[in-house]
């Protein structure tokens, strides 16, 4: 393993003996942080010169703690500022494997501020040091206010948070009261929707008892089927997707579909709210783990120097790189940088936001959207927000067609799937839109391609933006799709207790 640093207490692994290097302040808030990890166990300090007991635990000194180290049970942690000459006394010792445990600091706050490494993550991130940072940088005012939350704001949501823990209301937001209806709008969930239902809400069950310990368990049955609901929607509409751009990823739940897709190779997503995009950053860290790269800060990693005979450079060269990264998280002061770079998208998701940004934060993302989309790639909406008198779908159609695209695909929401509701509204056959079908969609739904595709010339046309619009395509049967055979509704008390017998 070498030497590897690490800022989080959850970045520790679990299944190991951990021993903390350093009884000072550094080792007793590693130690505080790690007590609220059940798999993880602690079972000693280790001092460079001096044994005794320090926090209830055992302290050996070093030459004690080398006679009983095993490197497949015991997980070595150096908390302390001194970690280098401790890394070379180590390396001395025969001791190449440990981690080296640094906080970081964010610019407002001392190092004696006590606060605690979990709980205040939003501190630990340092998501609005670094958002004010990237203010003082802009050109002009009116870029940031473009990515203000009006509609948030004014409704009271919780768009600022100061600990972490206050992301425990956010657990089951923005699909209120929609298990019933989504699982209708599928016509009921095959024993594959359920199995997959039920192991995401195991996830985030034991995401909780990490992050929100003492607390009971949420059981966020709306968004987490709202998110297979998208989940099947994207895998049906482009099968074989290795590429997608996330917009407004609310909760972060799609992730947790999208974490065991073989072969995916860039999952981006970006949000504008501070205290979702929090949550979204422990979602991912916690399912992505290294895949998972941060870009709230600048990657700093490899502007160090010392000199090239030091000693502490052998050591720092052991230090394996990082797994490949295929999920990154942008800020909305870092989409220079997504636009910039050379990803391109398979899909671009967008959940529930396009009517509520601020018109010139629109243009903005459909343009992003139009330079980042694979050349048969498609632009999904799934629920188009909050419509006002100013901001309603035919000011959205008439931004969308001003920003070229052309639509699949368009139903407003509670549609009828039955295809004598939609015969007049079909360009082409549309075989997979049958009669008698009684399902509704329970949001809007928005399919859209750029130029390029193989589809735009036939259907860029301003009349074709309408609240109801299907023409033949691939992917159109992911939104027509009949029920599997053995689909049916489940309760939410039935899928509680399928989850309670897995905890």
Known sequence: MGMKFIHDASQVPEGRRVCIYGRGRRGAELLEAL????????????????SGRFMGLEVLCLKDFIAKYDPEKDCLVI?????????????????????VY?????????????????HNRS??????????????????WRIARRHNLDHYERYGFPVRITTFLETRQLLDTMQESRFERLQEELGGLSEADLG???????????????HYPGRSLLLPLDTVLAMLVVYKKLDGLAPGFKSILEVGPGCGYLALFLRNRPGLENYSLTESCESFYILQDAVNRQLFKERFQQLVHDQAEGEWFIRPDDPLRFWLSLAPSDAPKTVFHYPWWKLGALAASNARFDLVNSNANLLEFNPEALRDYLALFRMKLNKNGLFFAHCYGFESPEKDRQYLYEELYRAGFAPLFICHGAHIKDRDFWQDHLAGECACVSRGDRRRFVVGNGVFVTRGHELFEANFRRENFRDMYATDFKGLPALFEPPAPGARTWSRQEVAALVRERL
């Not at 908390?79 to 981690?99: C, D, Q, R, T, V």
């Not at 640094?102 to 979990?118: A, N």
């Not at 501190?123 to 002009?140: I, K, N, P, V």
């Open 35 to 50: 007590g609220q990890r059940p798999g993880v166990r602690v079972g000693c300090f280790v001092d460079s010169f001096s």
């Open 79 to 99: 908390a302390s500022a001194f970690y280098p000459e401790i890394a070379m006394g180590l390396g001395k010792a025969g001791i190449a494997g440990f981690l």
């Open 102 to 118: 640094e906080r970081l600091p964010v610019l407002d706050e001392s190092r004696s501020s006590g606060s605690h490494i979990l």
């Open 123 to 140: 501190s630990l991130l340092g998501y609005r040091d670094m958002e004010s940072m990237a203010r003082r940088g802009l050109a002009d």
């Open 196 to 210: 997959a239902l039920v192991e995401a809400c195991l996830e985030l069950a034991r995401f909780q008892r990490r």
